[in-house]
């Protein structure tokens, strides 16, 4: 049986704004690398930190002088047991969706945040009802305006040449003790880029978006033909296997629903019989040194919250770039303190910053970049060219604090530089968004 890790190689783009490939390699490969690692493929069945050991699912039970907790994110779904409801976050998952999309006509995807902005984009020869809780598409990530300047993307045909995917997909091999509902691999930023998401209609992109609703109830068809009369939406010939009713009275038939409402801190069976403090979001609460309540014990990624009183230009998401920062950090703390070293709050955290793609556009995030926690006194600049780049500014005081950029904008280390060392930009007004100004060179 073969134990598949997912590997990291990060291209630095600024001072705090990095790119990477995820690609799965068998476990020895690390373990050759590093040979004081050893990977164990099983689940685990429970925690005492009082006795500071580890049970697994198949038996067996570990000593540890420290323990680190990366265990992610669950996702939050529409309905559990659902056999029509399919939710993403894994490669298995992933998997499960390809297949089940090369035979299917028309789907109903439910979210706004990363994953579900990727699958409506990527998907094609299915129709996509994508059923959004806000007005406007990426609420998470960007205001209407970039929204606006996203959705001609979503009508347009996409661009050839997509460039191969290094990672190897869907290897897992399951061996003995870990379950078919085990979660797999998690999901990296190109989890879509190199295989084929494509149904079975010849339609090539057709995506009808639903806002401000969510799911009301879902109904196979028998249990729609005994509800009350509905109001069926673009229904077409034939049945169904699902109907999605929507809280804007919309039903809708499909083939199945994906569930894309985000992700709750995995934090079972860690919980059962110790005294972790929890934070609001159900996270395990961390301090600056990504040290839990309970002692000897750390966290990093999804699974935890940032307890610890944020720089004003930070703010926690979970993102991958965050997880992975995050575990980086847990790691040097682990080893400062067993060699009774001192350690600072990595400049990681100085800065909110996240890079990504959406709508083949490059999506780049800076600080208080929808002008979060910055009460109604900043102020915005905008930049926008359709179809070519869309430029966001945060102002507050004169000094920037945030920035949106999408598209090949090479904007992004002006700006992050013009964040970290809050200048005062007051004299410049809008001439800071002026095209015909190379800011680059100026602020150099």
Not at 237 to 254: I, Q
Request: a negative charge; one cysteine or more; glycine letters at 10%.
């Amino acid at each position: 049986v073969t134990v598949y890790i997912s590997d990291v190689i990060n291209h630095k783009v600024s001072k705090t704004l990095e790119e990477f490939d995820v690609e799965e390699q068998p476990s020895s490969v690390l373990e050759e690398k590093f040979p004081n690692l050893t990977v164990v493929q099983s689940a685990v069945k429970a925690l005492n930190t009082h006795t500071h050991t580890v049970q697994t699912v198949d038996g067996r039970t570990f000593g540890y002088e420290k323990l680190c907790i990366c265990s992610g994110g669950r996702p939050k779904l529409l309905t559990q047991g659902n056999p029509y409801v399919l939710g993403i976050r894994d490669t298995d998952s992933a998997q499960e969706f390809q297949k089940r999309l090369s035979k299917a006509k028309r789907i109903v995807v439910v979210g706004n945040g990363g994953i579900a902005l990727e699958l409506v984009y990527e998907v094609e020869g299915c129709e996509v009802i994508w059923a959004v809780k806000d007005k406007a598409i990426g609420n998470t990530f960007f205001d209407a305006g970039a929204a606006q300047f996203l959705i001609p993307s979503l009508e347009a045909d996409k661009p050839e040449g997509a460039t191969p995917c290094k990672r190897h997909r869907y290897t897992v091999e399951r061996g003995r003790g870990v379950g078919p509902t085990e979660p797999g691999s998690a999901l990296g930023p190109d989890w879509h880029e190199g295989i084929v998401l494509r149904g079975a209609e010849e339609v090539s992109h057709r995506v009808s978006v639903e806002y401000q609703c969510e799911v009301d109830s879902i109904y196979t068809h028998q249990e729609l033909l005994k509800s009350p009369q509905q109001t069926l939406v673009s229904e077409g010939a034939g049945s169904w296997p699902v109907y999605v009713k929507l809280t804007n009275g919309k039903t809708f038939g499909c083939d199945f629903i994906v569930s894309a409402t985000g992700v709750v801190p995995n934090t079972e069976p860690f919980l059962h019989g110790n005294n972790f403090a929890l934070a609001d979001d159900g996270g395990l609460r961390v301090d600056d040194h990504m040290m839990t309540s309970e002692p000897d014990v750390y966290a990093a990624g999804d699974v935890c919250t940032a307890c610890w009183e944020h720089s004003p230009l930070w703010q926690q998401m979970r993102l991958w770039t965050q997880a992975r920062q995050m575990g980086w950090y847990a790691g040097r703390c682990i080893a400062a303190h067993v060699l009774s070293e001192p350690i600072e709050l990595d400049f990681c955290f100085e800065l909110f910053s996240h890079i990504t793609k959406f709508f083949s556009y490059k999506v780049v995030l800076l600080g208080k970049f929808n002008g979060q926690g910055l009460g109604p006194d900043h102020e915005l600049l905008v930049r926008c060219t359709k179809g070519q780049e869309y430029i966001k500014v945060i102002l507050s005081g004169g000094r920037m604090m945030g920035a949106v950029l999408i598209g090949e904008t090479d904007l992004e280390e002006t700006f992050e530089n013009l964040i970290l060392n809050q200048m005062d930009l007051t004299p410049y007004g809008e001439e800071l968004l002026n095209p015909n100004i190379d800011i680059e060179d100026y602020f150099d």
